[in-house]
């Protein structure tokens, strides 16, 4: 009723305002079609003249001094198609969301604001546009996505974190991790694992995800928060960046149900594409190891690994009372024709223990809505056989989004999501890398991937062979020793949103979320790693098999098994519970025509507790009812060796923030926009100074298209917009370093006896009053511009950064008590570009061809580093900070040519040519000059270039990525000495054979059994060869990640099939390598060979089905 | 007005938000402990001994090793510099570096214990209390000492006001690298009396389940009596030595009629070395675990063969050579090696490897050692009765040392020491004797006296004593002994002299780790 003597009023005032003067005032309201929303800060302009006008938060609209003879507004809305109509006094205008435009809403997580009016760096994807099929964790389709970001996928195993940066690294010790905003809340890992441990292959990477328990149906679009004014709103916990993820919610009108299934078959890998060496070519090679002294009977016969010839002399020895006979006839036609055989084998183990298998997910969700609820909710399952033997994993989620108009005003919004994970993988141990050799090793490893690459193709795969002087076969091993993972993750949140007078929304948030998973080592009865605890068959494998005990109390005991039953059973748990709270209030006021406010501000606490039980228990017999069958020797071995029984951990996170941040826009073309957040943390300890920071941001924008003077240009300028920032924003830095105040934790020491053992408390590290957050500053330069209409649109951004106050060690006096020390000493800085292009070709009614490319270039240098690192830390793995060199440099020992005895030479830290004189510990400063750069294990050049056609129902996208400048250590494949399961690449066949090869190969010899001799640490050498300027490749590559046709069936089918929709796609992905260098010899340059439960991205053919209902 | 109200409120509730949320972040991130209970202090005072010793460079610094380098390699670029008396640049367990960190990470732990201590109501609040505030001066005071007596100049009256000392530490260090000042050595000992005396009051017994690992009162006395020894007032030594030894000192030395039965032979080192550092010895007063190879390069291991406590040394200088109380008749009979090294040792600190992993073989090599035995104790005392005057107690026991170690059962008396001295020459790098020119700090020696004959025979007792302990190194600061860099030739005799450090040569204070001198820690002179 009040409405309509409203716009009586209205009317009536408007006939006044006509009967006055020549112009005349418009009203109107601009909305979307699609939701009914108001289109906040759209622009009205009054065709042909200068006048225009911007709407407000309810989409109203006023323009005065219309002159009468104008007939049509232009509405122009960032992320909405342009429309043209009529003028009437009071509008009603509907606009159609453009999604060929970039969207036009930025979602900070807290907020949602027009993009016209945001400052920062930001870039936002729908996930339809992201989602790669048939990958489950979504984080992984990032890939290529963004500028500024690069995704590389260290292990492809589900679970595993793919390793993300924005726009590179920001931390030394840090993990340099973006921090996963998912539906306005703050995604918290459940055990942290380092930039490192994620290549590492070890179990723990299997729950380094944050997000793979969201099913990726369920996400409505990224966006990926890059510079310090997008996310200074998160302050202190943004410098590595932010992806924010939105998911899905209902519409008013529009009730669905989809059904989305996709099946994807992935291939096995082929050893034509790796340079492995047949089994023809590798019993060559044994037959020269024999001749060098090795594989001979005396000490392969007993040796702790063995193959064929081990084999061999075992079979020589088996004598079978029944028959007589020896089960191998000691004459050199038996043994000839024995190792014939091995000869002819050429075993796949690629194709024996991997699979083809299809791995399905389904996914139902049901949508809709009303004026007063909106509703969204899903359930799926992802059944992944395994692409590998032991790799099954079953995924369960559901995911419920409801919304709720209480009152016109007052509104509230439940999530609530849940997933469930099994999951199995090989069984693993950490692995351990040896400083003093340089070696890199994993005991009892039978991840397949690394099996099939290092193992010989000779062995048989249906036999057992030696290892740690038990019996061994991988597909035995694989069914006896495996890990079982659940994985459970639940959240819930609810959202009150008020809004009591127009221009002001308050809104309170609560959340809670709660993850639990559960690792299981099953080592069976049975298993090599089992077996090995009890082999003592022949009293010398008694006297070495390192797993024997010998009791230290009696000086003349023999060796003897703490493991005499049951096989051994290891459990981790790690629980994650948390909770946050957010109370906020925003208000958006436009003044007179030109001015426009909007102001946020709050605050926010977050906990966390983490809880984290390991235990190992002995002698579970598995094949005996499971009973715990266990000798009190492996108490008194491990009580000696002060190892551990069983560990428990507690570590709580609590953080406490107030946040303002206001953007003034006037008329729609000159923003400003600035932040403050205020963070406490109590990571840093109890010392109420060190654990606030204050982080802030000022940051502006021009909308030059809106300027009159442009207006002339259109459409071949419609876009132009020029923003800058400037920001400081921080991290806590590593967890392990929070000692603000004294550490003291406890221990117990070392005695020679178990009988004088006692517990101490002992300062684990001593106090630091002046530990702060690490910090960064970062200048963003940067415009966005569309071309003819909108068909070009460029993107472009420079940025600068200053990381200071980052962790690293400095030497102190050390009269504390520690002459090393974790402190806020160093510093990185960075600067880097990136750019977006996409362009629509060619667009004509039936067909369609657009083009995307995307480039990011990104250069770091650590600029303060107090102090340097071992050898061993520099040459291995992902490298490490020096200053003035990248963070994660990798620098490699100078190879100087093979000497006349086919060893490898190299230089040293004196300055000599030496052999085996490697000091892979030494950390002296002054003496690390010798070790040569050979690059970043960080990509620098990153982007993608993708091509989409459509052809009337049909879409073709075909999607390449690629990753420039960094280097890869080639796998650590020279030893001293090989043994009968060694497998070879075929560089071995250039391999120093007799004098004078020096001059022409750089491959070593195989050293024979007296060079073993008489260089008595030929390892060094092997070890420094494999770390040397000869093993490192360029990790340049073009990947051809997508290709895929999809096809939306015509409405007249579906119609008569009962659906609103169906679609078919089939797609490809990571199909091959465009470019690569040829020294990697087949190896995937973005993944990490390390065992454990790492296997590569497979090649994979997934189709989808889509259903709506 | 109205905003007026409203900023008011505003300012309020953020003050109010402010102090809430800090005791919200005061939770504690980690299962870090707090030492609140007398329990915890008893516990966290158990940390304040180091576990990397000095004993290892101490040795090789002092003239107990010889370069065998001609026929003998087994070496290492951080056995080279030490034996060099070079400065150290590679870091292990057993560097300056290691040293210096780990003595202060003790004095850190009994430094915050005393903190701790203090907040919990003193020493007053019970004997418990009482007895660890103790045990953390002792502890204090102890690795002070190990430290100034490594990296600086001896104690003497004359130039310790003025020599470099080391900073003492009473307080823990809260910042990341805060500046020092070394101080003067005099001032260092002047502390480490205070500390000690203020631990000797309360120290006591009752805390401890394994007291040999603890410093206990009768370890207190003797290292009391050691301290009061180097800090030149010898009265107290023998007041602590008393304390120590109490009335029948017979009972409190080695049982080395034990040792003399215990397996001879290679793998059998290891149950006599453990004996060696058994708690249930008496004489063992206070033990200390150390990552240290001292068990491999002190036994019969190949480690650091090039530098060997070799026959040469042996037979004219120490433990096989004529001493005032006869010749090499020691129970627990030195074991020679000849063949893969030339080496005569007595087996005292054991080898044992810690596993890690066991796979890989790799772990840590152990050992235990006395830091503080009766033995030591009894010729503390029977040196400052020399300073005394009083040679005829400083006989008894010379004597009684003497009679438990070996199987003499000759007496000694001043007379027949100065007898014994006055025919033996002063010892030569190539003509070695078992008497050398000492020039003590504290006051000039006149030679062929009888107080020099006292001194030479105490001399020679301590050296055979700490064979493999590191002792002699501070003998021969103490003393004033020259000593000298020898490389054998294929014989094992004296070949050619590398190097000389006379008594005034800087490095008698071993210089810093680089690490602290790079942290701005004034260095010593060289």
């Given at each position: 009723?009040s409405k309509?003597i409203c716009m009586?009023l209205v ?16 009203k109107g309201n601009v909305v979307?079609?699609?939701?009914g929303q108001p289109a906040i800060g759209a ?10 006008g911007i709407t407000d938060v309810d989409g109203n609209f006023q ?27 009071v ?20 907020q949602k604001?027009d ?290 108009k209480i009152f016109s005003n007052l509104s ?84 009150l949103k008020y809004t009591p007078i127009k221009k002001v929304e308050l809104s ?76 906020t209030a925003s208000y958006n006021d436009q003044f007179g025509e030109?001015h426009m406010l909007n102001l946020y501000g ?60 206001g953007t003034?826009s ?444 | 007005?109205k905003?007026?109200?409203i ?520």
């Amino acid at each position: 009723m009040s409405k309509k003597i409203c716009m009586v009023l209205v009317f009536l005032l408007t006939m006044a305002g006509m009967l006055s003067a020549q112009t005349r005032t418009v009203k109107g309201n601009v909305v979307f079609s699609e939701d009914g929303q108001p289109a906040i800060g759209a622009y009205v302009s009054v065709e042909g003249t200068k006048i225009g006008g911007i709407t407000d938060v309810d989409g109203n609209f006023q323009i005065t001094g219309v002159p009468a003879s104008a007939k049509f507004v232009v509405v122009t809305y960032l992320g909405a198609k342009e429309k043209k109509v009529a003028i009437a006094d009071v509008m009603k205008i509907i606009v159609e969301p453009d999604s060929e435009v970039l969207e036009g809403v930025v979602v900070t997580g807290m907020q949602k604001m027009d993009k016209r009016m945001f400052t920062g760096s930001a870039t936002k994807i729908s996930a339809n546009d992201a989602k790669l099929d048939g990958m489950a964790d979504i984080s992984r389709s990032l890939e290529g996505k963004v500028a500024g970001v690069s995704v590389q996928n260290v292990s492809g195993t589900f679970g595993t974190a793919p390793k993300i940066r924005v726009r590179g690294s920001t931390s030394i010790y840090g993990s340099s991790k973006p921090l996963w905003v998912v539906d306005g809340v703050i995604m918290e890992d459940v055990v942290e694992v380092s930039a490192e441990d994620l290549s590492s292959g070890d179990a723990n990477t299997l729950i380094s995800s944050a997000i793979a328990g969201l099913n990726s149906d369920d996400i409505e679009s990224f966006d990926i928060l890059k510079d310090g004014s997008a996310t200074s709103i998160y302050g202190a916990r943004a410098m590595a960046g932010v992806i924010v993820v939105t998911t899905k919610k209902g519409r008013a009108g529009q009730n669905h149900i989809t059904y989305n299934g996709e099946y994807t078959m992935r291939l096995k890998p082929m050893y034509s594409t790796f340079n492995i060496m047949n089994s023809q070519d590798q019993m060559g090679i044994y037959q020269e190891l024999q001749q060098k002294g090795w594989l001979n009977y005396a000490h392969t016969s007993t040796a702790s690994d063995s193959g064929v010839y081990g084999k061999m002399y075992q079979l020589l020895s088996q004598y079978d009372p029944s028959t007589g006979k020896f089960a191998l006839a000691n004459t050199p036609e038996a043994k000839a024709e024995y190792l014939r055989a091995a000869e002819y084998r050429n075993t796949d183990w690629f194709d024996r223990l991997f699979s083809t298998a299809i791995q399905h997910t389904h996914s139902v969700s049901i949508s809709g809505g009303s004026d007063k609820t909106n509703y969204y909710a899903s359930m799926s399952i992802m059944d992944d056989p395994g692409w590998t033997n032991q790799s099954k994993v079953q995924r369960y989620t559901a995911n419920m989004n409801l919304t709720y108009k209480i009152f016109s005003n007052l509104s509230l919004n439940l999530i609530s999501n849940a997933s469930y994970r099994k999951q199995k993988a090989p069984g693993t141990l950490s692995s351990s890398i040896n400083a003093v050799t340089g070696e890199v090793k994993r005991d009892f490893d039978i991840n397949p991937y690394s099996y099939a690459l290092n193992t010989s193709r000779t062995l048989d795969p249906d036999e057992f062979y030696t290892r740690n002087y038990a019996p061994f076969n991988i597909m035995y091993e694989l069914d006896n020793n495996y890990l079982d993972l659940d994985v459970f993750n639940f959240r819930n949140q609810a959202e009150l949103k008020y809004t009591p007078i127009k221009k002001v929304e308050l809104s309170a948030l609560a959340s809670v979320k709660y993850s639990q998973t559960t690792r299981e080592h099953n080592v069976l009865d049975n298993s090599n790693q089992a077996l090995a605890y009890r082999e003592m068959s022949t009293s010398t494998i008694r006297n070495s098999n390192p797993f024997l005990y010998t009791d230290p109390d009696n000086p003349y005991s023999l060796p003897e098994t703490v493991l005499p039953h049951g096989g051994i059973f290891q459990r981790t748990d790690n629980k994650m519970y948390g909770w946050d709270f957010r109370a906020t209030a925003s208000y958006n006021d436009q003044f007179g025509e030109d001015h426009m406010l909007n102001l946020y501000g709050g605050m926010e606490v977050n906990s966390v507790d983490r809880h984290a039980v390991w235990f190992r228990g002995w002698g579970m017999q598995y094949d005996m009812g499971e009973i715990a069958n266990y000798n009190y020797l492996v108490f008194k071995k491990s009580s000696e060796d002060g190892a551990d029984y069983y560990t428990m951990g507690n570590s709580r996170e609590r953080r406490a923030a107030f946040f303002g941040t206001g953007t003034y826009s006037f008329k729609g073309r000159y923003i400003v926009n600035g932040t403050v957040r205020y963070e406490g943390s109590n990571r840093l300890g109890k010392s109420r100074t060190a654990r606030w920071l204050p982080t802030w941001n000022v940051s502006g924008r021009w909308n030059a298209h809106d300027e009159p003077f442009m207006k002339s240009l259109y459409p071949y300028v419609s876009h132009f917009a020029l923003k800058a920032s400037y920001s400081l924003t921080g991290e806590s830095g590593p967890s392990w370093v929070n000692n603000s105040e004294v550490k003291i934790s406890s221990e117990i020491p070392w005695r020679p006896s178990s009988g004088l053992r006692e517990s101490h408390l002992y300062i684990a590290s001593l106090a630091n009053e002046d530990l702060t957050f690490e910090k960064k500053h970062e200048l963003n330069i940067g415009f966005e511009s569309g071309f003819f209409d909108n068909r070009i649109n460029f993107a472009f951004d420079w940025y600068k950064r200053n990381n200071f106050d980052l962790i690293g060690l400095t030497n102190t006096p050390g009269v504390g008590g520690e002459v090393r020390k974790y402190g806020n000493i160093a510093s990185m800085k960075s600067n880097g570009v990136e750019l977006s292009l996409t362009t629509t070709n060619i667009k004509t009614k039936d067909f369609s061809w657009s083009t995307n490319f995307i480039y990011s270039h990104t250069k770091n240098e650590v600029t303060d580093l107090l102090t340097s690192q071992r050898v061993i830390d520099l040459i291995s793995g992902t490298g490490f900070a020096q200053e003035g060199y990248p963070n994660h440099s990798i620098f490699s020992i100078p190879f100087k040519g093979l000497n006349s005895e086919g060893l490898p030479t190299f230089l040293n830290e004196s300055g000599n040519v030496t052999v085996t004189d490697i000091n892979f510990q030494n950390s002296d400063p002054d003496k690390l000059g010798f070790l040569e750069y050979s690059g970043t294990s960080e990509p620098t050049d990153v982007g993608s270039f993708g091509n989409t056609f459509k052809f009337k129902r049909f879409t073709l996208n075909v999607f390449m990525t690629y990753s420039f400048g960094n280097v890869i250590r080639l796998d650590p494949v020279f030893k001293n000495s090989y043994s009968d399961l060694s497998s070879m690449p075929k560089e071995f066949k250039n391999r120093w054979v007799v004098p004078g090869d020096e001059n022409t190969t750089t491959v070593p010899v195989i050293a024979s059994r007296w060079q073993n001799k008489k260089y008595t640490s030929l390892s060094y050498a092997y070890n420094a060869y494999n770390y040397s300027t000869e093993r490192i490749a360029s990790g340049d590559f073009i990947r051809m990640k997508e290709i895929s046709l999809s096809y939306e069936l015509p409405s007249k089918i579906v119609k008569a099939m009962k659906m609103n929709s169906m679609s078919l796609k089939l797609q490809a992905t990571n199909l091959f390598l465009v470019y690569a260098d040829k020294k990697l010899n087949g190896q995937d340059p973005e993944f990490f060979n390390t065992g454990g439960v790492a296997v590569p991205v497979p090649k994979q053919f997934t189709l989808t089905l889509k259903l709506g209902l | 007005m109205k905003t007026f109200k409203i900023s008011y409120i505003l300012a309020a509730t953020v003050i109010f938000g402010l102090s809430a949320c800090n005791k919200f972040l005061d939770t504690t991130p980690d299962n870090r402990a707090t030492v609140d209970s007398e329990e915890k202090v008893i516990s966290l005072v158990g940390s304040a001994y180091s576990e990397n010793d000095h004993i290892l460079i101490a040795e090789f610094y002092s003239d107990n090793v010889d370069n065998y380098g001609v026929q003998y390699t087994g070496t290492s670029r951080f056995f080279d510099s030490i034996y060099q008396w070079s400065e150290l640049q590679e870091s292990n367990n057993e560097s300056t570096e290691r040293i210096w960190g780990s003595y202060y990470s003790a004095i850190a732990a009994a430094n915050q214990a005393i903190i701790a201590i203090d907040e919990l109501g003193g020493p007053e609040r019970s004997t418990a209390m009482s007895q660890a505030l103790g045990e953390a001066y002792l502890c204090r005071a102890y690795s002070h000492f190990i430290l100034v007596n490594m990296f600086c100049l001896q104690y003497n009256k004359k130039t310790s006001t003025t020599d470099l000392g080391i900073p003492y530490m009473t307080k823990p260090e809260t910042t990341l690298a805060p500046q020092y000042e070394r101080g003067n050595v005099a001032a260092v000992y002047a502390q480490i009396e205070e500390d000690l005396e203020k631990g000797l009051a309360l120290v006591g017994d009752d805390n401890y389940t394994v007291p040999k690992y603890h410093f206990n009162k009768l370890a207190a006395y003797a290292f009391a009596a050691r301290f009061y020894l180097f800090y030149e007032k010898y009265d107290l030594v023998i007041k602590y030595a008393d304390m120590c030894l109490g009335s029948s000192p017979a009972t409190m030395l080695r049982d080395y009629d034990v040792l003399a039965t215990m397996p001879n032979g290679s793998p059998q080192q290891q149950p006599t070395t453990l004996h060696y550092v058994d708690p249930s010895v008496n004489a063992n007063l206070l033990l200390f675990t150390a990552f240290s190879v001292m068990g491999q390069a002190f036994g019969a291991y190949g480690t650091a063969s090039m530098y060997s406590h070799g026959s040469y040394l042996a037979t004219y200088e120490d433990c096989q050579a004529a001493q005032p109380w006869g010749t090499s008749a020691y129970k627990d009979a030195p074991s020679v090696y000849t063949g893969s090294m030339d080496r005569v040792i007595f087996w005292r600190c054991p080898r044992i490897f810690q596993y890690t992993d066991p796979v890989a073989g790799i772990g840590y090599v152990r050992t235990v050692y006395p830091a503080l035995s009766t033995d030591e104790c009894l010729l503390n005392r029977a040196e400052a009765y020399v300073h005394l005057g009083d040679y005829n107690k400083a006989c008894d026991d010379l004597n009684l040392w003497v009679h438990n170690c070996n199987k003499t059962k000759d007496v000694m008396t001043p007379e027949s020491i100065k007898a014994f001295y006055d025919k033996v020459d002063y010892w030569e790098w190539n003509k070695a004797t078992v008497k050398k020119h000492i020039n003590p700090v504290f006051g000039a020696v006149e030679e062929g006296s009888q107080e020099e004959a006292m001194y030479q025979c105490i001399v020679a007792a301590k050296r055979i004593e700490s064979l493999g302990l590191g002792q002699r190194w501070f003998d021969v600061k103490r003393f004033g002994i020259e000593i000298h860099r020898r490389s054998m030739n294929m014989a094992g005799k004296p070949e050619t002299l590398t190097d000389s450090m006379p008594i005034d040569d800087p490095r008698r204070a071993m210089q810093l780790p680089v690490r602290v001198i790079a942290a701005g820690i004034t260095p010593n002179p060289r």
